[in-house]
Nanobody, 121 residues
C-alpha cells in the first residue's frame, strides 16, 4: 500500500522558515492529489495546502502568501516551503494523498504519513 514519510520539521523563531518534505512509496504521483494538513494540540486537522495531478495548487487563507506547496514527480516527493512562520503555525504537519481531485476534507484522503512537528516560538 501507499506509504508517506514526512521530514523537515523542527523548532524555529517567529519569522523564520522551514521546508517540509514528504516522500511517497508505492504510488505514482500522476493521478493523485497530495495535501498538507496540520493538527495543533487538542484541535482537529486543518487543511493547509494541496496540489492536484495537473499541478494546480490551493492554500488555506491563513497561510496564503507564506507557504508554497510543490512536488517533484521524478523523485516522488512533495514539499511545503513555509516562510514568515508565526506561533499559530505550531502543529503536527501531515502529508496526505487521495486518488482524484483535491479536497479540504481530511476524511477524503486515503493515505497519511505519521507527521512532523513544527514549533514556532
Amino acid at each position: 500500500h501507499v506509504q508517506l514519510v514526512e521530514s523537515g520539521g523542527g523548532s524555529v523563531e517567529a519569522g523564520g522558515s522551514l521546508k517540509l518534505t514528504c516522500t511517497a512509496s508505492r504510488v505514482t504521483y500522476s493521478g493523485y492529489c497530495f495535501g498538507w494538513f496540520r493538527q495543533a494540540a487538542g484541535q482537529g486537522r486543518e487543511g493547509v495546502a494541496a496540489i492536484d495531478n495537473s499541478g494546480r495548487t490551493s492554500y488555506a487563507g491563513s497561510v496564503k502568501g507564506r507557504f508554497t506547496i510543490s512536488k517533484d514527480n521524478a523523485k516522488n516527493t512533495l514539499y511545503l516551503q513555509m516562510n514568515s512562520l508565526k506561533p499559530e503555525d505550531t502543529a503536527m504537519y501531515l502529508c496526505a494523498a487521495r486518488w482524484a481531485s483535491c479536497s479540504w476534507n481530511s476524511d477524503a484522503y486515503n493515505y497519511w504519513g505519521q507527521g512532523t512537528q513544527v514549533t514556532v516560538s
